[in-house]
């Protein structure tokens, strides 16, 4: 007989959900969660308070969020049907899957990568085709995911990987939405680290079935405010528009963002010391004896040592340094994710890395 679900009322098929777990105490120094510690410059903060202060709060948000669609529209040249925003990218993630997934449709998921899409499958009762990533590189086994592609509805391609930190080859992820019907999400939750030409924007225009997810919460050190958009083709708009929860993104969230994306250029010079950083760190790391330090295109750094499971309890109870431990999920054997930080947090990073070494 099967054994009686602890949750009577829990719908059978979500049973073995395993909630997602950020991991986060409270600590001096937090780089667990990919966030910008050097937050919104203060200028574009005060622009965002004034922004905020005469907003009706006793009314609905605009829906459809227009005046942000239209100015993220005007920022990547495209038109506002090619827009969605939502609470954040992982709104749209679940969006995406309620819209295009569901039973009976199959979702192409590269391990390791981020473990939202996973979960948000298994609650939208998407099949999963996992492809997996070479076991050393974490390179895309790109034959593997050509040869799959005939059976999938949605192919996730995280460029920047999370928590890999490399970059998918834009020259096959161009042939491959030419040989593919189904649709293929571009993960840029990174991208703004990356370099110049990592975006696959272009391909936006060369495509009817490519998109690409990108979020406020890391570049623009906003993952409090929960905002992320979507460019993608009318036709994924329109199929999205049918399942988002109409006012999910409130009134100053939609404020808060569009100042973001008009003052976009106010962010780059912190943008650019975390890239600087992270080479230094990448560097730094490197230096410590038995770490293994992965190249990164984002702001965080994977690391393998041994012990990376007591390393990081360590880090965290004798240094107040949270990072985050991925030593026990599959492929991530000893793997920790360092997010950039500051220089002062990076340097306290090093220092306790190499005193535990
Ligand atoms: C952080 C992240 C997102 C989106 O985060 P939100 O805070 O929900 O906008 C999407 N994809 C990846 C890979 C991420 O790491």
Redesign the pocket.
């Given at each position: 007989m099967a054994q009686e679900s602890p949750n009577p009322w829990l719908a059978p098929a979500l049973a073995t959900l395993v909630p997602y777990d950020p991991g986060f105490t409270q600590v001096d120094v937090l780089l667990s969660a990919?966030e910008n510690s050097f937050g919104v410059p203060e200028d574009v903060r005060a622009a965002m308070q004034r922004a905020t202060e005469g907003i009706a709060l006793n009314r609905y948000p605009d829906p459809m969020a227009n005046e942000l669609r239209d100015a993220i529209a005007a920022w990547h040249g495209v038109s506002r049907g090619n827009v969605v925003v939502g609470n954040?990218?992982?709104?749209i993630?679940f969006n995406l899957l309620l819209a295009f997934g569901g039973a009976g449709r199959t979702l192409i998921d590269c391990p390791p990568?981020?473990s939202?899409y996973g979960l948000y499958a298994q609650i939208t009762g998407t099949n999963v085709m996992k492809v997996p990533r070479n076991a050393d590189s974490f390179e895309l086994d790109t034959d593997a995911i050509d040869k799959a592609a005939a059976q999938a509805n949605i192919i996730m391609i995280?460029s920047p990987?999370?928590p890999t930190g490399n970059l998918a080859d834009l020259a096959w992820v161009d042939r491959l939405a030419s040989s593919t019907k189904a649709l293929i999400v571009m993960?840029e939750?990174?991208v703004e680290f990356a370099d110049e030409g990592a975006s696959s924007v272009a391909l936006l225009r060369k495509h009817d079935n490519v998109c690409i997810?990108r979020?406020?919460?890391?570049a623009f050190g906003l993952?409090g405010v929960?905002?992320?958009y979507l460019l993608a083709p009318q036709a994924v708009v329109d199929g999205m528009s049918a399942v988002r929860q109409p006012y999910s993104v409130d009134v100053c969230a939609q404020a808060i963002a569009r100042v973001a994306v008009e003052r976009r250029e106010a962010f780059i010079p912190a943008i650019e010391t975390i890239r600087a950083q992270r080479e230094l760190m990448i560097e730094g790391l490197n230096a410590i004896e038995g770490v293994r330090v992965w190249p990164s295109a984002a702001n965080f750094i994977l690391v393998r040592l041994p012990n990376a499971h007591e390393a990081h309890l360590r880090l965290r109870d004798e240094h107040s340094i949270l990072v985050r431990d991925f030593s026990r999920t599959p492929g991530l054997d000893n793997c920790l994710r360092i997010t950039v930080g500051t220089p002062e947090e990076n340097r306290r990073v090093l220092d306790a890395m190499e005193a535990l070494a």
């Open positions: 990919n954040g990218g992982d709104e993630i990568t981020f939202i995280t990987n999370n993960d939750a990174y997810l979020t406020f919460s890391k993952a929960r905002c992320g």
